[in-house]
């Protein structure tokens, strides 16, 4: 089974804080993907990342960075956490290839910026 | 622009009425489509995707999805809904390729069961 695992399930942190969210696959996966979902958004993809040290902005980007230095690894960062950044985060990966690639999920982390 | 849409953001059924969760997508060319779903607090699910052959796709707990070309949609069925189906689900379009394959959401179907 493939297995996506993220650090944390609960995060509560101050604005202004830097905030690390990490994320590991044990699929060998090229692929790997961070969203955050709100409530009637859905989904949206904030980075991905095709290769170590490979990445390519989402859709929403701005006010995060992603870090991607070993393959099973990807880190998604807030430089510096602000209220608007409260928000379940979730990350993925797939492998590389068709665009039909199945995308397996973590667990989510449920992030709370005070 | 490439989209999906899904109409109803909040479906109550009752337990083994039959259900159908509606999906529109906007794609210009064949489209790779999947139905997620999300059990509260957890992460995101594989139930079933459609790549191409037969447009009438089986999946994982009973449901199926049937992919229309002429009406650009993705539809989700059960023919008996029980209380565990209770969950969000999302339906999405694959995009791009090799190394920039990525999936398009919806904004999600919050289903709700009743008793």
């Known amino acids: 089974d493939v297995k996506v695992t993220q650090s944390s399930r609960y995060l509560v942190k101050r604005t202004g804080e830097k905030v690390f969210l990490e994320c590991v696959q044990d699929m060998d996966h090229e692929n790997m993907f961070w969203y955050r979902q709100d409530p009637g958004l859905g989904l949206r993809l904030i980075y991905f990342?095709?290769?170590?040290?490979?990445?390519e902005k989402g859709d929403i980007p701005e006010g995060y960075s992603v870090s991607r230095e070993k393959k099973e690894r990807f880190s998604l960062i807030l430089e510096s956490a602000s209220t608007n950044q409260t928000s379940m985060y979730l990350c993925?990966?797939?492998?590389?290839?068709?665009?039909?690639?199945?995308?397996?999920f973590g667990p989510g982390t449920r992030l709370l910026v005070l | 622009a490439q989209s999906v849409t899904q109409p109803d953001i909040h479906i109550t059924v009752s337990e083994g009425a039959s259900l159908e969760l509606r999906c529109n997508y906007s794609y210009g060319a064949t489209p790779y489509l999947f139905w997620y779903v999300q059990s509260p607090g957890q992460g995101l699910q594989l139930l079933l995707k459609y790549f191409s052959g037969d447009t009438l796709v089986q999946g994982i707990k009973g449901f199926e999805a049937e992919f229309k070309r002429s009406q650009s949609s993705f539809n989700l069925r059960k023919p008996s809904v029980h209380w565990s189906d209770a969950a969000e689900y999302f339906c999405?379009?694959?995009?791009?390729?090799?190394?920039?394959?990525?999936?398009?959401f919806g904004t999600g179907t919050l289903l709700a069961v009743q008793p």
């Open positions: 999405a379009v694959g995009v791009g390729g090799g190394a920039t394959n990525k999936l398009i």
């Open positions: 990342s095709y290769d170590v040290k490979m990445k």
């Open positions: 993925a990966s797939s492998l590389i290839g068709r665009k039909g690639e199945t995308q397996y």
